[in-house]
């Protein structure tokens, strides 16, 4: 984790090469970290370079890119490469003209999955071509810090996705200051309004964009100084050098410019969804998912020498006269602390990721972030500790429950992955996995906590024949169910959600009973078995998705015109 921390110049691989301080955002370094400017003393072959001898920052220079930030937010949850449409993968796959894989970037090798809408070129219909950068939402006080030390980082951030598009029935000058960012807090209901001047010169730079009818402020009331309201307008001012016009539901619903159907139904119908959902829990269709974080460390002596990796920390702290920290000096690696620690993982997934409680109060995405299952071997050779989860006792106590949830995290998270086209209903409302149940209903992967042995078994007794052997698969032992689940049916909370947040956490009993729809299509399909009643309402051959829906649509239509209410269908 801490080599990504900025008191530190970062590891010295394809992706990863930065400046430290103000210069790991601000200076540039290509992807392959090799200089590229007129300075003659500064080789052009050696890694390691910046890119130019040149500070950037906003549109006056073109900003910071994307790439940029994701030297280091590849790893933890991944936003940068994620916002660009990637997913580590172990393949590396397709080959090359010369029959190669994939070169590793950020040490690792990608998939191309998505990119979130505002990375795409192609944005709404009368906006100039061309996606956003970070900076242009993470503005100056998410980047540069607010004056609090803040315990995790998704505390730091304080754009709210309504703070721009806004509600179906209100813009985002008249929500009140606080929504989104609740906490399980009652709102004063008062509109917060815009902002007439930024932020001071010392909080907020590069931003030299007249106010207009106001600048539109964060959910934590502080103005962003590169969005403006134009009338019931909202313009982004991008570090590209673009303005985009903002998509505003408020406006959308009054126009009646809805893209599909069930947009109106799940953003204006719907009112829940708005009071207690994040827009990306619909919005982000896909995140990285690493399930299963198995780490090794190692401090056994390797050819009779004692095995050393970087220590972060150390190397941060040790400062030398002319600013340059232990690691900084391209080739040196750092100063060393005695054992090697490697990891690797079960599985991966990007689809249909779980939903559960953020630390605000409201329901969002979750992540594995990290599943640690853990192992030490000693400076002998000894194994103190194989395959070992921690519990957190505190969580347990914290829900009101006797069982201690496992220390493998799912992390409540934001994955930069918005498509224009939401999840469906039926990926959330009839999906146990999206649930926290696990994939197929929490039925796969149940011998994680033994031994698992191919060999010659006796089918009666399930005895192993041979008498050596060797274990295929070894155990965890304390896993008794899947990574992929978080809580059971009746909302005994399994594994921690999210542990730097009281709120965060698995939906309960009484949110699954509201949320899954899992099985309703035997509502009606239970009467087949009936033949003379299914006949009287069944039509010949297979009928496609959108005749079904039109049928349906009929019968609600029906019961209205009949005054039939469904509580009345009750026996």
Known sequence: C?????????RERRGDYRGMGCSACHVLYGTEGLYMGADKSISK????????????ASRKNGGI????CSSCHNRGKRIGVSFQGLMEFPYGSPFNAQGNKQPKLHT??????????????QSRE??????????????SIDMHGDGNIHGTTLAQVEIDCSDCHGLTDKYPWELPVGYGDEFGKDLSGDPRGVATERLVPGRQFGYPYEAEDGFLLTARGNPIGNVIRRGNQIIVHSATGND?????????????KWKDPSAEVAMNAVTKHMDKLECYACHASWAPQCYGCHVQVNYKPKDGKPVMGIDWVASGNAQKPNGQTAESVLGSGGLKSPGKISETRSYLRWENPVLGISGEGRVTPLMPGCQVTYTIINDKGDTLVNNEIAENVGEGKQLGQDHAPLAIDMAPVQPHTAQRQARTCESCHTNHKTAGLGIGKGTFGLRQHEDVVMDLIDATTREIIPEKYTVQIPAIPKLTFDWSQIVTREGKQLATVGTHW???????????????RAGTCMGCHQNM????????VSVEGVIDTKTHLELMNKMIKYMAQQGIKPVELKD
């Not at 072959?45 to 950037?56: A, S, Y």
């Not at 985009?244 to 009646?256: G, I, M, R, Y």
Request: hydrophobic content about 35%; some cysteine.
């Open 529 to 536: 078995a009936e033949a003379e009643l299914w006949k009287k």
């Open 244 to 256: 985009f016009e903002v998509p505003v539901l408020k406006n959308l619903k009054e126009e009646n």
């Open 2 to 10: 801490q080599r990504c921390h900025i008191g530190v110049r970062g």
């Open 65 to 68: 890119p994307v790439e940029s």
């Open 45 to 56: 072959e050696q890694p390691g370079k910046m890119l130019k001898h040149v500070i950037v």
């Open 502 to 516: 009281p709120m965060s956490r698995a939906f309960n009993k009484q949110e699954l009973d509201n949320f899954l």
């Open 126 to 139: 009368g906006n100039p071509k061309g996606g956003l950068l970070c900076q242009d939402c993470h503005t």
């Open 108 to 121: 690792k090798q990608y998939l191309f999955i998505s990119d979130d809408l505002h990375h795409q070129q």
